[in-house]
């Protein structure tokens, strides 16, 4: 019954929630344009004061990477602990680094 | 203004809100679109946040003990103050989406002259915070205005028949009378000519972008201010106030 | 790595399936069937709440009551996003909806007849949902996870303003006493039966609870409910419709009087007072709002084929 015409794209909604924070993905609706994406994100997912700035990205335009690839994507990474702060020891006497 | 007119003219601004938010309260789970059912239940709750807050301040000037839901609740048809333009029943979409695109238009300007006045600073500071929730009103009934006007050969045609219908009863928008005219003289509000301007301005402009006619009939409906309502009125009072009614000595 | 085990061990670690991960079929039509009957719920959920909310006795109430509807409509949308990330569309889930092929919470073809039903049906139906729903924020399927958390979140305000509803109530006029008793009585046994049948006949419960999609049993829950809500019925002054009901100090719960099994069949099956009623006031919002969204599309694809080549570039 619903015909194709009156369909809706899905639109992905990124939110920052406060000032100097990145946005984060919080879910996703649909609207017809891009204007409308962003009134419908700001009714829906910012009801309760949760943003301060909205993205919103046409579904289909993200490309993401695939599963499968998570070991050859990820997995070098792995080895590479000196990358973190944590790392390494310092002595005591060093408070702040 | 007397103090009865400062009374009667902040119902007037109330019962605008209230009545036009109860009216919209009504699409909740109803609406063409569930992303739109939220937008629609947002506009509702602010309008009716509005009323809440005039109303208080209107009860606390009158001195006689009526709190907000004393003030809706137990007044009758004859004793609300609002334009016909916001009882008017929904119908379909367009008609509420051209409804309202008429009213955020007129509640722009309107608000954006209370917060600037001086002559009752409580409206002041109400007027600014329900700005910026009209603002994002009008973007909302505007956008929606040029969809449908620009959108299918059925929702052109549909959109300008509620232009059409609803036009009679914009020009109360604008329709002097004694307690705006106290108003105006106390510096509370313009006067209804330069607002009209404006409105005719903004409202052109946004129905040239929605390949719409803007109607040139100037014949209009009015008594809202003075408590002659439509039919609608009281059938939309006798729902809202049945409860209330029933049990006048209950706390809810 | 075979596909399964890996999806297995996933599980088995208490990771999260996320949207692109390989999953066995039964998981996804599990999910979705779960997630949509969850998500027709709250939309059909907002109906009976809907009906007071131009009879609301005070202007706060109205508001608070049109806040609570209006967030389950963005739960409605929160849990159809999340079946959308496993390929289901809207669209066919809300014709499915609308056709009757598809199911929802029974409670919700209840009649709402008076304002105290606004207070039970916060107070007893979302407390049952949040019982329901809370473990399901740490469910094996990541996006079905995430939006309960947000769903939860959102939630504790609804139980509260119902408790609140019958409490003014129950403190108030003989008048509101009778209204806030008579709520009780109709929706006590309808918001028992929201966590399903027994344990002993309930046929998905098995496998979701391996899969991690169910974490407790619905007789588990139940139980749960039924010993959070005694003492506040208590507090209250009211009585539960239920003769049996008894206090075991053995085993620290409460007994609960046999449940009317034959209702809750009745309702499922679309008999129930006012699934007729329902039904058909999401076809018509449906309907009535196809010629809105056609509009909004086909204005969509105007503005889009307006841009020339050189502005798609310059994002
Ligand atoms: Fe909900
Ligand atoms: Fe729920
Ligand atoms: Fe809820």
Redesign the interface.
């Known amino acids: 019954m619903s015909s194709e015409s009156s369909k809706w794209p899905l639109w992905e909604v990124f939110v920052r929630s406060r000032q100097g924070l990145s946005h984060k993905h919080v879910g996703s609706l649909h609207a017809s344009d891009a204007t409308m994406a962003i009134a419908n994100a700001r009714d829906v997912y910012t009801r309760r004061q949760e943003g301060v700035s909205i993205w919103v990205l046409p579904a289909e335009a993200i490309s993401a990477s695939s599963p499968a690839d998570k070991d050859i994507l990820f997995d070098p990474a792995n080895d590479k602990v000196y990358r973190h702060p944590t790392f390494y020891t310092l002595p005591d006497e060093v408070k702040n680094m | 203004m007397t103090k009865a007119q400062h009374f009667e003219w902040l119902l007037s601004l109330a019962d605008d809100a209230l009545i036009l938010g109860q009216r919209l309260s009504e699409w909740c789970g109803h609406a063409p679109a569930l992303e739109e059912d939220i937008a629609l239940s947002n506009v509702a709750l602010d309008l009716i946040g509005q009323s809440r807050a005039i109303l208080t301040h209107a009860g606390l000037l009158e001195g006689e003990g009526r709190d907000e839901d004393r003030l809706a609740f137990f007044r009758s048809d004859r004793e609300y103050r609002n334009l016909l333009l916001v009882e008017l029943p929904n119908g379909h979409f367009g008609d509420t989406i051209a409804r309202q695109f008429f009213f955020d238009q007129f509640a722009m300007i309107r608000y954006g002259h209370l917060a600037q006045q001086t002559f009752d600073l409580e409206i002041a500071a109400i007027a600014t915070k329900a700005l910026k929730e009209v603002r994002y009103h009008a973007a909302h009934s505007a956008e929606w205005m040029i969809r449908l006007g620009d959108g299918t050969d059925l929702s052109k045609t549909r959109i300008q028949e509620s232009v059409d219908r609803l036009w009679p009863y914009i020009g109360e928008c604008f329709e002097a009378h004694p307690i705006l005219d106290a108003a105006i003289t106390s510096g509370a509000m313009p006067d209804c000519k330069s607002i009209e301007l404006t409105w005719k301005e903004r409202v052109s402009a946004v129905l040239a972008e929605a390949t719409l006619i803007l109607p040139t009939d100037d014949w209009k409906q009015v008594g809202g201010r003075n408590g002659l309502h439509t039919e609608h009125l009281s059938y939309l009072l006798a729902e809202m106030q049945a409860v209330p009614r029933l049990h006048p000595d209950a706390k809810w | 790595m075979d596909l399964n085990q890996r999806f297995e061990d996933y599980i088995a670690a208490d990771q999260k399936i ?1 949207a ?3 999953m066995p079929d039964d998981y996804r039509k599990t999910l979705i069937r779960q997630i949509s009957q969850h998500a027709h719920s709250e ?1 059909i959920g ?2 009976p709440e ?1 009906n007071w ?11 608070i009551l ?2 609570k ?3 389950e ?2 739960h ?3 849990l ?2 999340a079946a ?1 990330t496993l390929g289901a ?3 066919d889930l ?2 499915a909806l609308i ?1 009757g092929r598809a199911k929802y919470s029974s409670i919700f073809n209840y009649p709402t007849l008076t ?1 105290a039903d606004m207070g039970a049906i916060g107070w007893l139906v979302d407390g049952a949902a949040i019982m329901n729903q809370v473990p399901l924020c740490k469910c094996s399927y990541g996006p079905y996870a ?2 309960m958390v ?1 769903v939860c979140k ?1 939630e504790s305000f609804h139980q509260r303003q119902g408790f609140q ?1 019958m409490l ?2 129950c403190e ?2 003989d ?2 006493r009778e209204m806030a008793q008579d709520s009780l009585n109709r929706w006590w046994w309808p918001s028992l039966m929201m966590f399903g049948p027994n344990d002993e006949s309930s046929t998905h419960n098995e496998q979701s609870m391996r899969w991690k999609i169910k974490r407790f049993s619905n007789d588990e829950l139940r139980q749960r409910f039924v010993d959070m809500t005694i003492p506040q019925v208590e507090l209250l002054g009211l009585t539960v419709p239920d003769k049996d009901l008894k206090w075991n100090q053995s085993t620290g719960h409460y007994e609960m009087g046999a449940i009317d099994w034959q209702e809750f069949f009745n309702v499922i099956a679309g008999n129930g007072p006012c699934n007729k009623e329902r039904i058909a ?1 999401r076809k ?17 694809e ?2 889009r084929t307006k841009v020339t080549p050189n502005q798609t570039n310059a994002a």
Not at chain 3, 53 to 63: D, V
Not at chain 3, 284 to 300: F, I, L, M, N
């Open positions: 996320e692109k991960d390989w939309i907002m109906l809907g909310i131009t009879r609301a006795p005070s202007l706060q109430r109205k508001a049109l806040a509807v209006q967030d409509a963005g409605g949308l929160y159809y996003s959308e569309q809207r669209d809300m014709d056709e304002w995430r939006a947000r959102e509803i003014n109530l108030g006029t008048e509101q006031a018509k919002a449906h309907r009535d709002g196809q010629w809105v969204r056609q509009a909004a599309s086909a204005y969509a105007k503005m």
